[in-house]
């Protein structure tokens, strides 16, 4: 029961990622004092505060409707949200928990430690390392990249990532309404001397309007030319507090057929993104049966990718049944996988039951790669949050980064989102660690959440021909520059960089990005240069040298909770994600 309440209490606060306000409150008297508590130590004083808050509930033999009840209290008292989100949220992941606490043998302490960090006291690492299998096959010797013979055959790709469609947006809407989303129509009018929500869309608290999702779509038919169209997830907006399994599968089928309109004969490769599920993260593993199942969702990702827009074989539909996933041919010589990240998902709470490979994802990877590497083939790996983000569990995003240095060879390109800004991840040789090996790429949202212009890339890739890598050769980033677009009502879609001319790159092969990396440790521009194009053109703060040491880090750091590969030494992990 304790675990209930807490993960209860915990959803709420990880939904909506706004710092608690404690003000000045004394426990006993039903208030909490000031205990001088610096921001990493909230989190951790909220879990405190339940826990003893639990301790008199569970001593009167606690119903489910009382354990609601008090994280809804909780979530109030510690005003972590307004009273109707709190109320909504609860309602929203109480089935969802109540089903994780059955199998999940785990303590508060553990949880909290578990959840939020060694802040709680505990420096060891909660979970519980494991290991993949791999195949006793030595691994090829590497062959560095290079650049194609000139006038070799190209593809163009557009890589589109997270739309946050929001089918309630409304212009003029309060845009700081002071809920996880606001501009929508239910918000009321804004205060006065307040801009309301904008006609494109909002760098606040905001997602996109619909019309802002079809004006991209009619620009990129009318005016580009590409092979096809990698969608690395996040179709829903923000409003995780009160969605249903039915507004999951409406934006599933409505952003659908959107693309079939604009692009009919264009070959679409979509990843699954945490917020494709009701609740948000609730990805349950295979053994999950019943009403708690996600087979709901899996067979109607089936249905619109298999059946209505035949974008994928009918043979992809047995691993997508099973955990969301998928392995297909591009070309003969090229493979796409398309991995659900939400079994590395640190906020998928069905993973405290047992987080060992769930839905044995990463192991099918495995023998996937080891097909492609005896067919010759090159692989494109997909997926929504990058694996070395901190939102990635340790241990998944430790063993996959021993597969990609297995399958150096075989892995030309991986694409991925989730950040909503555009970043990347240096991926190094697990042996010669200054090695660099291969690349994540991250091309920035298409949503405004928070701060940020809408964008696209449009990714040049070694093309189809005999002894093609595949591999990145340059691509160009284009955004909407929003206050244009609001102030004169005309969204103008305009080039924002290319990275060999801004960034002054020869190549964007792994060791070009690491070269990059190091310069930028040396030359301020260049790195206010990338801060730039980070937030596309829409930088609302300053990056001071702690600042700028921790980015750079994480451009090294492409394993989760691991600091090993970055140059500088006691540099903190930063990771500049906004709300996800």
Avoid at 301 to 323: C, M, N, S, V, Y
Avoid at 337 to 350: E, I, K, Y
Wanted: proline share 6%.
């Amino acid at each position: 029961m304790k675990t209930c309440i807490l993960l209860l209490i915990l959803s709420t606060y990880s939904v909506v990622g706004k710092p608690l306000n404690f003000n000045s409150y004394d426990l006993s008297a039903g208030k909490f004092k000031s205990w001088g508590l610096s921001l990493k130590t909230l989190d951790c004083f909220a879990c405190r505060v339940a826990v003893k808050e639990i301790d008199d509930l569970i001593k009167t033999n606690a119903t489910k409707d009382d354990v609601a009840k008090l994280a809804t209290d909780i979530c109030d008292l510690l005003q972590i949200e307004t009273d109707r989100v709190c109320e909504y949220v609860v309602r929203e992941f109480e089935p969802e928990i109540f089903g994780v606490a059955v199998g999940a043998v785990i303590s508060p302490d553990e949880l909290c430690t578990r959840l939020l960090g060694v802040t709680c006291g505990d420096p060891s690492d909660p979970g519980s390392p494991w290991n993949v299998t791999f195949p006793n096959i030595p691994k090829p010797t590497p062959t560095p990249p290079k650049p194609p013979k000139a006038g070799s055959p190209t593809l163009r790709i557009l890589h589109l990532t997270d739309l946050h469609y929001d089918r309630r947006y409304k212009v003029g809407s309060n845009a700081e309404c002071g809920e996880p989303l606001c501009c929508r129509d239910n918000d009321g009018p804004p205060a006065k001397g307040v801009a309301g929500a904008g006609a494109w869309g909002d760098y606040r608290y905001c997602d996109s309007p619909k019309w802002l999702i079809v004006n991209l779509l009619e620009h990129l038919s009318s005016t580009e030319k590409f092979d096809a169209i990698y969608m690395t997830g996040d179709l829903p907006a923000h409003n995780v507090w009160n969605q249903t399994k039915d507004d999951e599968l409406e934006i599933l089928n409505e952003v659908t057929d959107m693309l079939l309109k604009y692009f009919p004969n264009t070959k679409i490769f979509p990843a699954i993104g945490n917020h494709e599920s009701a609740p948000v993260n609730s990805f349950p593993p295979p053994y999950v049966k019943g009403k708690n199942s996600i087979d709901w969702l899996y067979t109607a990702f089936g249905k619109a990718w298999i059946d209505t827009a035949h974008w994928l074989p009918e043979d992809t539909r047995a691993t997508i049944k099973q955990g969301g996933y998928y392995a297909t041919e591009f070309f003969p010589d090229l493979l796409v996988v398309s991995l659900n990240m939400n079994m590395c998902n640190n906020q998928n709470w069905w993973l405290l039951i047992n987080e060992t490979d769930p839905a044995g994802e990463l192991q099918w990877l495995i023998s996937t790669l080891q097909k492609a590497e005896d067919k010759n083939q090159k692989v494109h790996i997909l997926g929504h949050i990058a694996p070395g983000s901190g939102d990635c569990l340790k241990w998944w995003s430790w063993n996959y980064y021993q597969i990609v240095n297995r399958y150096e060879s075989t892995i030309t390109g991986q694409y991925f989102g989730h950040t909503h800004i555009q970043s990347l991840e240096v991926m190094y040789d697990l042996k010669n660690k200054s090695r660099p090996i291969n690349v994540v790429h991250m091309p920035g949202s298409v949503t405004t959440y928070k701060h940020l212009n809408p964008g696209y890339r449009i990714c040049e890739m070694d093309g189809h021909y005999n002894g093609s890598s595949y591999m990145m050769l340059d691509y160009n980033n284009t955004i909407l520059n929003l206050t244009e677009a609001n102030l004169t009502n005309k969204p103008v879609w305009q080039f924002a960089y290319n990275p060999k001319t801004e960034y002054g790159m020869k190549n964007l092969f792994p060791e070009d990005w690491n070269d990059f990396v190091q310069r930028m440790k040396t030359d301020r521009p260049l790195f206010d240069k990338f801060i730039k194009n980070m937030y596309k053109s829409h930088v609302t703060g300053t990056c001071d040298e702690s600042c700028r040491k921790g980015q750079i880090c994480s451009l090294e750091s492409g394993r989760s909770n691991d600091d090993t590969f970055c140059k500088d030494a006691d540099v903190e992990l930063y990771k500049a994600v906004t709300l996800c």
